[in-house]
Each structure stands twice: as structure tokens, then as C-alpha cells.
């Protein structure tokens, strides 16, 4: 979850307040919509609580490219003590719109619905089964389009601006963000452990612990891919430990 309030006492009171629920995590927090996005991409939070009214300007138009660089998964919220914004807000796909001061119990509300929308979401994305018309991944490299079994994918990471999508035979690289790479393989067995990696849970071997509570992943070709404090909540949930 993260934060965008640029009014440090309201920003200590939401933080306060979400730190009493045992289910969510504050990743992040920023005071405008410059610092907001560039965060926001990196951690890819699933939740954002926006206030409207920022120091370099409105978070409606955040919440316009945050609509880009966010995974389908993720949910906004706009707390704020406008209400004019209300109809702009839910045309933008918000989950919520919460009045300032907030109080506990409509936090209570807001929090359910958002864990009931995730609920639905991955409840239908499980009930989804792949189309065997199109069992691959379709990858652009130079002047050929490959398709690529996603089975046969170790992991993809964020290198400069392109993705490498690394086999254990081969490695591709592709003109193409982390964030639309995690859409093509959201229902494929693919989780997101790193900003800058994507990896294919089959193909996970060893998971070690590493310094300020990270880990390492090792892959069956024995390359390691790092997890961020950020993403080691999900990854623990996945394999339960």
C-alpha cells in the first residue's frame, strides 16, 4: 500500500490508522505526484490511497498514468476533503472515495471492499483456463516474432528500458515494459519478486535468505534472482513458509 498525501499530519494519521490492520504493509509514501509516480511504478503497490489536492498539482491526472503503470491488480483510493472530484474519481475506475477526516469505521469499509474486489478478481482469474488457440507468448525480437511456450520462461527482468526474457537455452530481448510483460503472464504461474524481475514459479529451486530480510531465488539453471522486501510478503503467502 502506499500513500500520496502532501500534508505531513494528515499523512502520519492514514498511516497510523493502516498500521493497525495486520494485512496491510505501507510501502511508501510521497508528498506530490512527480516523486508519487516514479515510486509507485518501482514498487508496484496494490493499493493506493491518493489525495486530490497535491503541491505540484492535481492526483487526478496521477491517477491517469498510474492507470498505465500499474498492474491489473492494483486498486486506488482517493481520500480527500473535496467531494467535487467524486464523479471524475469513479470515472478513473477508483475503488473508493473517502472524506477527510477519516474515520475508522468508513476506513473499516473501504479496506473490506478493496479485499472483496481483490477476492473476485483472483477468484475469476482461477476459474480462467487458457485458450488453446494461443498457448504462447508472443515476443517481437528485431525483424521476427517468436512464439514462446511461457513454460519455457525462467524469469524476465527490466534492464534499460527493455525486458530480457531469459530460457534456459536462450535469452531475449524485447522493446517492452516489466508492467505489460507481468499482464501477459499474470495467469501463467509468473509472480513479481523484484522492480526489476518477473519469475516463472516452476522453475524456482532453492529460496534463500538474504540480507535485511530479502531473499534469493534459485533457478533451475542455477542463476539467482533477487527478492525484494517489497514483494517477500507475496512470495510467502505462495509457498507458505
Known sequence: MYIVEDEPL?????????????????????????????????LQPNLIFLDIELTDGNSLSLAKELQTALSAHAAIVFATAYDEYALTAFDLNAADYILKPIAESRLDKTLEKVRAMHGRRKEKESQMTRKESSPKVVIPVEERIILLEPERILYVESNGGKCIIVTSEQRFE???????????????????????????????????????????????????????????RDLKQLFEF
Request: glycine share 2%.
Open 10 to 42: 494528515a499523512r502520519d494519521e492514514l498511516r497510523f490508522l493502516l498500521n493497525k490492520y495486520d494485512f496491510v504493509e505501507v510501502v511508501g509514501e510521497s508528498e506530490n505526484a512527480q516523486d508519487a509516480l516514479k515510486e509507485i511504478t518501482e
Open 174 to 232: 524485447v522493446k517492452d515494459s516489466l508492467v505489460n510483460m507481468e499482464k501477459k503472464l499474470s495467469d501463467l504461474n509468473f509472480i513479481r519478486v523484484h522492480r526489476s524481475f518477473i519469475v516463472n514459479t516452476h522453475h524456482i529451486c532453492e529460496i534463500h535468505p538474504w540480507f535485511n530480510a530479502t531473499y534469493n531465488l534459485v533457478m533451475k539453471d542455477n542463476s539467482r534472482v533477487p527478492v525484494s522486501r517489497s514483494f517477500v
